[in-house]
């Protein structure tokens, strides 16, 4: 039949079709030793990948965009297009072009998002990559985050803050959620994650429930403690809807879903994990904790680090059961090394593992994990006589798995090629056909260097060889200097520019049977090395629990290497209402200071009775912000069970820890403004309870300062009469008027960082002295900053000026900022905020500083109370 005008190539046509069903991602399409992109996938890839862009014609059709590259440099290229945000899914060839008349048959065999990654180009050892879902229910909001490379899947539902914490806790690649939800994700948790959205019928109860039951094969899901949590369900559902729908079926290294429950762990909200720059610094280049205390030996034992930073215990007795196993660790240092030792020999189990169903397991890899199973047996052992709970746990944990071990050893060899037919995977004696066939195939490769010898002889041509290629197999060459010595019968295949390429009858008669066996040998390697893989899926449970329990033994000896390293001491973790820190340091600060610098160290009490509120001035960068992140830092990782660096630490068991950074901290992400300020602040008083622990730096300083000290002057009344709370607060601040609390309240004390001022220069000290100060050297830190002389001599000018002058504060001033607070903040007062107001009303302003104001407004709100 003849083409009509516009008809397009069959190839087009099947891109067409498959394209169809992928509309939003790049196609990448194998035509034979290429990965192809056509249209607007072509323009994407060829900017992406740097490759370029050209024309082909299409039929009769108009011309097409195509750019492409080698199919070897598949997982380079993937990198890059899912790192610059698309996702990507590669067609491939689904049948043999050599056996096929006609178009190949192809399909989309792996489709690559964001957090749906098994490639290990895509992958950092040390971070999980997560898929999250997210579902917001009538009364919750349900979440569940899966690493589908090392087949973790964790589900909680919550309050949206709740919810707003773990996603900063796990820090999701992509997350997805239903489309009719868009503009409420978008309202609840802001623009900060990659996104994707799905049909609402997929966060449907009864539909999470059918495909987890169907994939977990039970009839409810009482067995992972989220049965009745709906919200939780349906994220997880929709999660493993996610997998399937991107081409990844094979998911039975999923093999259970870990509940999170907000009271198994000190509470932390996002604001928290951000301003103390657990897992990521709040400044370009600067050091992190995660960053300071890694020093696990293994994937598994890094990433889960990171979760033990960003959920710490709250349960004493697990505290000390860590305790106790970091202290052993060190006191058993003999065996503390020689676990080093065997773990560092560990792989990445955990991932290893996950490739297994996933099919993407190479032989060397699977050796790797034979090595690693190696390195269990040797653990084992030197757990043994373990005199802890929790080592004598992991030893119960850990399982070598013998028979799937000897297997490997016994069928894959020593040193196997990282593809499977690439031939010499499976050790000889393990098969008797193979053994036979390999025989011919060795026997038949002597006998071509046979011919070689006899041929060079015969002929006289010293430098004639043998070699192979894929168009005409094997051949004789000849180099141009001895072309003239060639038989008569010998065929010419090829002529390069020094040489001329043979075949002979007798040549090809052998390589049929050596390319027959060899032929044969590759189709029955595959065949046994798919064998083991099925073998040895039924050990991914088994192999999943050695790498968890392998992942809690390196945080360990990773806890008691930092202890020996950077003289962390024990903490004593109780039930005490007070933090008592003993010459206590800041762990990221001191490792990042300059050799012959030391930090100075600092001791400090809160105390729910005594010293409730710690009021800390001092000059511009003096210290105060390392004091109060110290003392968060320490308590937090007094209760991962980590020692601590002080000298000493009493830590009353917490529960929230919160910290609030003055507005003005940060300005990255368009979160800057008074009033995101002014909503953590809120959060925070809405939520305290007595074992939680405040950090607030400079808070009030994103406005005016009147207002600003309106402001910090009512939370520090606040937090100190919540009775019976009353939360540990530690308050730094360059508002001096706010020392006056200490006369007003009983539990709030002033404290000051020291400095020395010789000639004209400060000297920071950096020690914390009782009592206030009246100074923030802000012009000299300006000095020393590198501002013109003239600059600094005019503002000494003002700020004499401004010292000497008795500035009136008008009480629309006062009164006005705290209107701005929010409204929670006076939630259960909100009667008094209208009777304090009124008050303010009676009382003549223009009379009163600014302090004298502040002064009769807590008398009026006392008053009041
Ligand atoms: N105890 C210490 N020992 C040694 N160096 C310290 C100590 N405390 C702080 N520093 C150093 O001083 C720098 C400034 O400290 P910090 O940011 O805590 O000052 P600050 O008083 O909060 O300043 P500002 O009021 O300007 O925000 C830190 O980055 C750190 O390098």
């Keep these: ?32 030793d290429f990965y192809e992109t056509f249209n607007e996938d072509a323009v994407i890839a060829s900017k992406v990948l740097g490759i370029v862009l050209t024309k082909r014609a299409n039929g009769s059709a108009a011309y097409i965009d195509l750019a492409g590259f080698p199919y070897h440099s598949l997982e380079t290229y993937l990198h890059k297009l899912v790192k610059a945000g698309h996702r990507v899914a590669v067609c491939d060839q689904l049948e043999d072009p050599k056996t096929v008349k006609g178009i190949v048959k192809r399909g989309v065999t792996e489709m690559i998002t964001p957090g749906v990654a098994v490639n290990d180009k895509l992958l950092e050892n040390s971070t999980n990559n997560f898929l999250a879902a997210v579902h917001f229910g009538l009364n919750n909001t349900g979440v569940a985050f899966l690493d589908i490379s090392t087949g973790e899947l964790f589900a909680a539902q919550g309050s949206t803050e709740y919810i707003d914490k773990l996603l900063q806790s796990f820090r999701p690649a992509e997350v997805i959620f239903a489309k009719q939800q868009q503009k409420h994700f978008r309202q609840t948790f802001g623009s900060r994650f990659y996104t994707y959205t799905l049909e609402e019928w997929i966060f449907t109860n009864n539909y999470a429930r059918e495909i987890l039951h169907k994939h977990f094969e039970t009839h409810s899901l009482k067995g992972f403690g989220i049965e009745d949590l709906t919200d939780a369900v349906i994220a997880a559902g929709a999660t493993m809807h996610y997998l399937k729908d991107t081409e990844h079926p094979h998911l039975q290294h999923i093999t259970a879903i870990q509940r999170i429950d907000q009271d198994d762990f000190l509470w932390m909200d996002r604001f928290t994990i951000r301003n103390l720059e657990l897992l990521q610094s709040t400044v370009e280049q600067g050091r992190s904790l995660i960053g300071t205390l890694d020093n696990t030996l293994t994937p598994m034992g890094a990433r889960l680090l990171k979760r033990w930073i960003v959920f710490p215990l709250r349960d004493l007795t697990r505290i000390h059961e860590r305790l106790d196993t970091v202290e052993d660790l060190i006191k058993e240092a003999d065996r503390t090394h020689a676990l080093q030792q065997h773990l560092k020999a560990v792989g990445d189990l955990e991932r290893l593992v996950s490739k297994i169903p996933l099919r993407k397991i190479n032989p060397r890899e699977v050796m790797q994990l034979a090595r690693s199973l190696q390195q269990v047996i040797a653990i084992k052992e030197l757990l043994s006589n373990a005199s802890t709970g929790l080592l ?75 070699a192979f290629n894929n168009v005409f197999g094997y051949y004789l060459e000849v180099t141009n200097t001895h072309k003239n010595k060639v038989p008569a019968n010998w065929i010419r295949k090829q002529t390069l520019a020094n040489a001329e390429r043979y075949i002979t009858p007798e040549l090809k008669e052998y390589e049929e049977k050596i390319t027959g066996a060899e032929d044969k040998i590759q189709v029955l390697e595959i065949q046994l090395y798919d064998a083991l893989l099925l073998a040895l ?16 033994l390196d945080c360990l000896l990773c806890f008691a290497h930092n202890a020996v390293q950077f003289k962390y001491r024990r903490p004593n973790v109780t039930d005490a209402y007070f933090i008592d820190i003993k010459d206590g340091r800041h762990p990221v600060i001191e490792q990042g200071l300059p050799t012959g610098e030391t930090y100075v160290t600092n001791d400090l009490l809160l105390h729910q009775n005594e010293q409730q509120v710690i009021i800390l001035t001092g000059p511009n960068m003096s210290g105060k912000s390392a004091l109060l992140r110290q003392t968060a830092l320490i308590t937090l990782m007094a209760h991962m069970g980590s020692f601590v660096p002080a000298s000493a630490a009493e830590i009353g068991l917490t529960d929230k820890i919160f910290t609030r950074v003055g507005a003005s901290d940060n300005l990255s992400g368009g979160e800057s ?150 409204l929670s903040i006076f939630d259960a007062h909100s009667d008094t905020f209208k009777d304090i107001r009124e008050k303010l009303e009676s009382v003549d302003i223009n009379r009163l500083t600014p302090v004298e104001a502040l002064l009769k407004l807590s008398e009026i709100k006392d008053l009041l109370q």
């Excluded at 039949?1 to 990448?28: C, F, G, R």
């Design 1 to 32: 039949m003849a083409k009509s005008k516009s008809e397009e190539t069959p190839l087009m046509t099947q891109h067409k079709a498959i394209k169809a069903k992928y509309p939003d991602a790049v196609l990448l399409f194998r035509v034979g």
């Design 392 to 466: 004598q746990e992991l030893h119960g944990l850990l399982d070598p798995c013998f028979t799937i071990l000897e297997k490997i050893l016994a069928e894959i060899s020593d040193n196997p090629p990282v593809l499977a037919n690439k031939g010499g995977v499976i050790r000889e004696g393990v098969h008797a056909e193979l053994d036979d066939l390999r025989a011919i195939a060795t026997s038949g490769k002597e006998y071509l260097l046979r011919i070689q010898q006899q041929e060079s002889e015969a002929t006289g041509i010293p430098s004639l060889k043998v």
């Design 537 to 552: 899926q039924e050990y991914i449970l088994p192999i999943q629990r050695n790498a968890q329990a392998l992942g809690r």
């Design 673 to 822: 403004t008074f009033m995101v300020e002014m909503n953590e602040t809120a959060s925070i008083i809405n939520n305290l309870t007595p074992r939680s622990l405040i950090i607030l730096d400079e808070i009030g300083r994103g406005t005016s300062t009147y207002d600003g000290i309106s402001i910090a002057w009512s939370i520090v009344d606040y937090l100190h009469d919540m009775t019976p709370h009353r939360p540990k607060t530690l308050f730094a601040t360059h508002y001096h008027e706010l020392n006056e609390l200490e006369n007003k309240h009983s539990r709030v004390k002033n404290f000051h960082i020291t400095n020395k001022e010789v000639g004209n220069k400060i000297i920071f000290l950096r020690k914390l002295a009782p009592g206030g100060s009246r100074h923030s050297f802000g012009i000299h830190v300006a000095k020393i900053a590198g501002m013109p002389p003239q600059l600094i001599d005019r503002a000494n000018e003002i700020l004499t000026q401004l010292e000497s002058q008795h500035i009136a504060a008008p009480m629309e001033q006062i009164a006005a900022p705290i209107q701005k607070v929010q």
